[in-house]
């Protein structure tokens, strides 16, 4: 072996080493879980690949009272982990998956992205959208006979809840294709704020400073056109990012964006608590806001389609 493959270019601690041979050494959200039948929740799973050139897939869910009589809404879920780490097959945002399908009722559409920094941002923004795009044209048999696309959702923690907000954007000025987005739902969002982020420069070489509006959507001139007429963002008190989340939602009721926003801000929980300790009471809530949240969405849908 070579005697300098050993040598760290780069290290970013509890996230990634990076070796000076191009090397990754993820310190967390690396395992795999299988698919298959949830035995808590009955939920069924698949992976789906999207573009075999990338490795850009999905992780699907069925919950399991979904019939192709009835359609359920679609929920486009985001996972998070700083644009670096973890992944739809990592055990937190798999049991997280299978808990949100089963408490809503919900076909969940888990997009799996390509990391930074082998794959430098934006790359996971084309990704993720490429991956929406192609539901549309999609022939699998659990999106054609059970999603409705009529009632579709966003969702996304940390930096996959700002993956999903940059999406409800895109889907402003691109469209949807056959989606119709209802809601989004961001859960413990990272933005930028006005301090130097030394990961976010190293991730994203063309990083556009602190008026990115990939990373900083409080500054974007373009905020009130965000593609949804409903957005729910929790925050944690005690999260890193708290403050952060709570300036989107306030820089979104300010913009003159035409929508309804809520926040829910969990007492006494850091960063991504749920996903940690997803049977405790405050986690189970949390999927319960989450859950009541699309279904009382998905009721006025219906409601004011039926007139």
Not at 123 to 143: K, V
Not at 268 to 288: D, I, Q, R, T, W
Request: glycine share 8%; charged share 20%.
């Amino acid at each position: 072996m070579d005697q300098n493959s050993n040598e760290i270019l780069r290290e970013f601690p509890n996230l990634f080493r990076q070796y000076k041979d191009g090397r990754i050494e993820r310190f967390i959200g690396t395992e795999i879980t299988p698919t298959g039948n949830d035995q808590l929740t009955g939920v069924q799973s698949k992976d789906i690949t999207i573009n075999a050139d990338t490795g850009v897939g999905a992780r699907l869910y069925l919950p399991p009272n979904a019939t192709p009589s009835q359609k359920i809404p679609l929920l486009i879920y985001i996972h998070g982990g700083a644009f670096c780490i973890c992944s739809p097959f990592s055990l937190g945002y798999n049991r997280h998956a299978n808990n949100i399908a089963a408490a809503a009722n919900v076909v969940v559409f888990s997009v799996h992205y390509r990391l930074a920094p082998e794959h430098p941002l934006p790359i996971a923004y084309d990704d993720t959208w490429e991956a929406i795009q192609w539901i549309s044209e999609s022939s699998d048999p659990w999106l054609k006979d059970h999603a409705d696309y009529n009632v579709v959702f966003f969702a996304g923690d940390s930096a996959g809840a700002n993956l999903a907000h940059n999406m409800a954007m895109r889907g402003a000025s691109e469209g949807f294709g056959a989606l119709k987005l209802q809601g989004i739902v961001l859960i413990h969002p990272f933005f930028g704020n006005d301090e130097k982020d030394e990961l976010i420069e190293y991730l994203y070489p063309s990083y556009g400073g602190f008026n990115d509006p990939k990373i900083h959507a409080a500054k974007d001139p373009n905020l009130s056109s965000l593609g949804v007429g409903r957005v729910l963002v929790f925050v944690a008190e005690k999260d890193f990012l708290r403050e952060r989340g709570r300036s989107y939602y306030e820089a979104v009721k300010k913009s003159g964006w035409n929508g309804e926003a809520e926040m829910v801000e969990t007492e006494g929980e850091g960063h991504v608590f749920h996903l940690y300790e997803p049977a405790k009471e405050k986690s189970v809530n949390l999927v319960k806001q989450f859950a009541s949240y699309m279904t009382q969405i998905e009721k006025d849908v219906r409601s004011s389609s039926s007139l």
